[in-house]
């Protein structure tokens, strides 16, 4: 795949995660896509198939009251391509984590994506 069509693909499921809209993010991926979440080097969430990847993505609307993730840079690695973000977030509830409601969250974290057939196959987010 191109990386003009890498980086549309992205922006694409982006803007869906952005606005919370779990049916337009799942119209970017492949129906075998695997996802993994990595925090502090410890994976905390992970998929495989969309089936699982939408349930997660579901249960996870209602963590934050707001989200917003921004491109910073973007480069392609053959068949990959490497997204930094900046991440923030409001909490919309307190969580057993010690987040409580309110709280603004900033990150900063990578993103890395695979294709296949025109969609996103793989995606690893690392903060």
Do not use: W
């Not at 992205?10 to 799942?26: G, S």
């Not at 990959?80 to 309110?102: H, T, Y």
Request: a negative charge.
């Amino acid at each position: 795949m191109p990386p003009d069509e890498m980086k549309t693909l992205i922006q694409r499921y982006i803007e869906a995660y952005n606005r919370m809209n779990v049916d337009e993010l799942l119209a970017t991926v492949h129906p075998d896509v695997a996802f993994t979440n990595v925090s502090g080097g410890v994976v905390n969430a992970s998929t495989t198939g969309i089936s699982e990847l939408r349930a997660l993505a579901l249960q996870s609307l209602s963590l934050f009251s707001e989200r917003q993730q921004i491109i910073e840079s973007f480069q392609c690695e053959g068949p990959k391509a490497l997204v930094s973000v900046a991440f923030r977030a409001v909490v919309a509830n307190d969580l057993p984590n010690g987040l409580k409601s309110g709280q603004v969250l900033n990150l900063s974290g990578r993103s890395e994506f695979e294709f296949r057939d025109g969609a996103i196959y793989k995606i690893t987010d690392i903060s």
